[in-house]
């Protein structure tokens, strides 16, 4: 799997958009971007995914460069709910149970 | 629906001796995981298993054992506990197809003295 770097913090004012980079440069072309967050000390939850195309569900936003050497979460309305440590994570996209995590960034929403 | 379940919560070891880390998911999911993750780290992968009967090793399988005899339950043994081990232990599963969207569980918080 393909390695990830992301900045290890980010402030965002509550109610600004928080857009959250990763970088993953040797990313396969059968690999894809998943986005987790893990609030506190509670289990990652699941946020986004995606291959090559943008991606949008009710939690964010996934916009992929062209390239596919990285990409952005975007959350656009944040909360202090979504202060939490956020994981971008590359994988092969049928082999499920094994996500490699590294070590993600940490945001802070601020009042 | 429970989701994913973890007992116990919280466990405290003496270096040496064994123990089992339950996990049990009602979903029907074919994948199982098992994570650790130290203060400030990200979680790594322990185990994992894609089916009753089928497992690999993760990147830290040292010191673990696992098998997967059934779909629901996926334990985590521990043969001789070290400090090393003092760690959050977090189990998950996915479904094959869809978004491969991991559950996790709410983890067992376990210190070895």
């Known amino acids: 799997d393909a390695k990830t770097t992301q900045p290890p913090s980010m402030d965002c004012a509550e109610g600004r958009a928080a857009n959250l980079p990763c970088n993953h440069s040797t990313i396969s072309g059968n690999e894809y971007v998943y986005w987790y967050r893990q609030i506190h000390s509670q289990g990652p939850q699941y946020i986004i995914h995606?291959?090559?195309n943008n991606e949008t569900n009710e939690m964010a936003s996934l916009i992929i460069t062209e390239d596919r050497k990285s990409s952005t979460l975007i959350l656009p309305h944040a909360t202090l709910r979504d202060t939490a440590v956020y994981y971008c994570i590359v994988r092969v996209g049928n082999q499920g149970g094994k996500l490699i995590f590294g070590q993600g960034t940490e945001l802070s929403v601020k009042p | 629906n429970a989701g994913v379940t973890q007992t116990p919560k919280f466990q405290v070891l003496k270096t040496g001796q064994s123990m089992t880390l339950q996990c049990a998911q009602d979903?029907?999911?074919?994948?199982m995981s098992w994570y650790r993750q130290d203060p400030g780290m990200g979680l790594r992968l322990i185990h994992y298993?894609?089916?009753?009967?089928?497992?690999d090793q993760g990147e830290v399988p040292n010191g673990y054992n696992v098998s997967r005899s059934t779909t629901e339950d996926f334990p985590l043994r521990l043969l001789s506990a070290a400090p090393s081990q003092t760690s959050v232990y977090f189990c998950?599963?996915?479904?094959?197809?869809?978004?491969?969207?991991?559950?996790f569980g709410p983890g067992t918080r376990l210190t070895v003295l």
């Open positions: 298993s894609v089916g009753a009967g089928i497992t």
């Open positions: 995606g291959l090559k």
């Open positions: 979903m029907n999911h074919e994948y």
């Open positions: 998950a599963s996915s479904s094959v197809g869809g978004t491969y969207e991991q559950f």
